[in-house]
């Protein structure tokens, strides 16, 4: 899984420019010195057997896929991946974005993505996604972006362009892993740095395709999210659009996956808009029936479980329930407004169940309570065998439940958020820019 990207940056390790330039990137990021040189080496040596144990770099396992199949996650092992989420935070981060692009950067989600084309009165909407986009992002890309980002901010500096191209090397020697059927090093799923730099990658297309649309007759909303790409307008869509799409793309030497480019109507005669998993209603935002089922259950998980596991899922299931609220007001009318209302009846004579309900609201929802006396208990038996069939399909649900009837959740804190799926919070994300393209 070598590069011979990486094999000449560890060649030229000795040399004085090198050197320089890995004293400036671990003043960059805040590192030590060290610490860059270990990464590059254990790198290096991915795949060697030493004292009878292979040596691991980075680590493969396959989640499922929203829709259907597998997805092969290469993930770097810790020391990697927290050098990785330095140069994310430190550079890459602190490039500005459009605000037509909203995945992967605070401030912007799948709903910021949707509310574009809502309050623009979408009526026609087409969506595309690169198939493949990490593995087909290749290490060309990644190279330009490290210059644009760190090589010209160095020169700028005064640095010399030999140190500054050096420092570039290096990123993208880090950044980059030849593996599967690619035969130059290209983006892993699974690394910090990965989708801030498809983000990067994809910005100079995306601005071309605004500038196009605007040459076009009419008027249309564009918003893109990871490389999910959405355009839409009130007035039926011209062939035009997607091919300027497409021609985009394929300058970066991307596809568009067939099977995901979808044409859509909001006016009833068609198929209904869906932006991000998001469905794009009359007169708001709706979330799917089968989201909001699978945080019902893991608000009967959390309730009644201390074995629900740490911080990162506590967070997640808090931006679920912020998500109704925002949608469907601060009553949250529908099932999820429903089992909480049941769950904080319970939790008047269960002392642990109402710390951590108060834990997971943050104190800011008191209006659920009203009239929690009458609320009925959650369906326990028919949310376990509903678990059943959506277990494959969306990932980590709960798995059992123990003699009080309480679920538990099973899954890996530290596994890396499925791409396909916008619900799974904290992919990796980049620091708001306010700057728009023409």
Not at 267 to 276: K, L, R
Request: charged fraction near 30%; proline fraction near 7%.
């Amino acid at each position: 899984m070598h590069s011979l990207a990486l094999e000449a940056v560890i060649a030229d390790l000795g040399k004085e420019n090198c050197r320089a330039a890995l004293t400036l990137l671990a003043e960059m990021v805040g590192v030590e010195r060290q610490a860059i040189l270990d990464c590059l080496e254990l790198l290096n040596r991915h795949g060697e057997v030493e004292d009878g144990e292979r040596v691991v770099a980075y680590t493969s396992f396959y989640r499922p896929k929203k829709s259907g199949g597998k997805r092969l996650i290469i993930a770097p092992v810790e020391p990697i991946k927290d050098l990785l989420r330095k140069v994310k935070d430190e550079i890459l981060c602190r490039s500005s974005l459009p605000r037509f692009v909203h995945g992967y950067r605070t401030r912007r989600s799948w709903l910021t993505n949707a509310r574009v084309h809502f309050d623009a009165g979408a009526v026609y909407a087409i969506n595309l996604d690169i198939k493949d986009c990490f593995p087909s992002t290749k290490i060309q890309l990644v190279r330009r972006v490290y210059w644009q980002t760190t090589g010209r901010m160095l020169r700028d500096e005064g640095i010399p362009e030999e140190v500054a191209r050096a420092a570039v090397e290096i990123l993208t020697a880090l950044s980059t892993l030849k593996y599967g059927r690619s035969k130059v090093p290209v983006l892993p799923v699974g690394s910090p740095t990965s989708p801030a730099l498809v983000n990067l990658v994809l910005t100079p297309a995306c601005i071309r395709i605004a500038r196009a649309l605007k040459r076009l007759p009419g008027e249309y909303a564009f918003s893109i999210y990871g490389d999910d790409l959405t355009v839409s307008s009130r007035e039926p869509l011209p062939p035009e659009v997607k091919m300027i799409v497409l021609r985009e793309w394929q300058r970066l030497g991307y596809r568009a996956n067939p099977g995901k480019t979808r044409v859509m109507r909001r006016d009833g005669s068609g198929t209904p808009i869906e932006v991000t998993g998001l469905i794009l209603g009359r007169d708001r935002i709706l979330l799917p029936d089968d989201w909001l089922q699978r945080t019902e259950l893991m608000l009967i998980a959390y309730a009644g479980s201390p074995k629900y596991p740490g911080d990162k899922a506590k967070r997640g299931l808090q931006s679920r329930v912020s998500m109704v609220r925002k949608l469907y007001g601060v009553e949250m009318p529908g099932r999820v407004g429903n089992c909480l209302k049941s769950l904080i009846a319970q939790a008047k004579s269960n002392l642990v169940m109402r710390e951590r309900l108060a834990e997971l609201l943050r104190g800011k929802m008191p209006e659920v309570v009203e009239g929690s006396e009458e609320a009925p208990e959650p369906a326990m038996e028919q949310a376990v065998e509903q678990d059943r069939d959506w277990r494959t399909e969306y990932g980590p649900v709960p798995q059992s439940m123990d003699a009080r009837g309480q679920l538990f959740w099973d899954f890996d804190d530290d596994s890396p958020g499925g791409a396909d799926d916008p619900f799974v919070p904290e992919h990796g994300q980049l620091e708001q820019g306010e700057w728009e393209g023409e």
